[in-house]
Nanobody, 122 residues
């Protein structure tokens, strides 16, 4: 039932910008923290950014602070990741994630989209 669909990736030159979107359905979007992760070839998936349910709290990995901005539009059930000043090190598949707690478990269920590829050339 829970679905996350990322879009907006592509090929961009060093220093360029992209805006990723994550369209969500199947859960109460406005009540959940949403996360952006990325995974580069040969590397572990890493947390890039997170945004609180109302958009007031935002956190970023040190590697993207000052360059990336996470935002959300709860009316559209969509989270965005604006990426500026892109570097080759940002090349990765980007995934959005939601962690939903159910009454039957103390641990959350993790839901992921299929990912969108970002390639930064230099």
């Amino acid at each position: 039932q829970v679905q996350l669909v990322e879009s907006g990736g592509g090929l961009v030159q060093l220093g360029g910008s992209l805006r990723l979107s994550c369209a969500a359905s199947g859960f109460t979007f406005s009540r959940n923290v949403i996360y952006w992760y990325r995974q580069a070839p040969g590397k572990e998936r890493e947390l890039v950014a997170a945004i609180g349910s109302a958009g007031g709290t935002r956190n970023y990995a040190d590697s993207v602070k000052g360059r990336f901005t996470i935002s959300r539009d709860n009316a559209k059930n969509t989270v965005y990741l604006q990426m500026n000043s892109l570097q080759p090190e940002d090349t990765a598949t980007y995934y959005c994630n939601v962690q939903i707690y159910y009454s039957t478990s103390s641990e959350p269920a993790y839901y992921w989209g299929q990912g969108t590829q970002v390639t930064v050339s230099s």
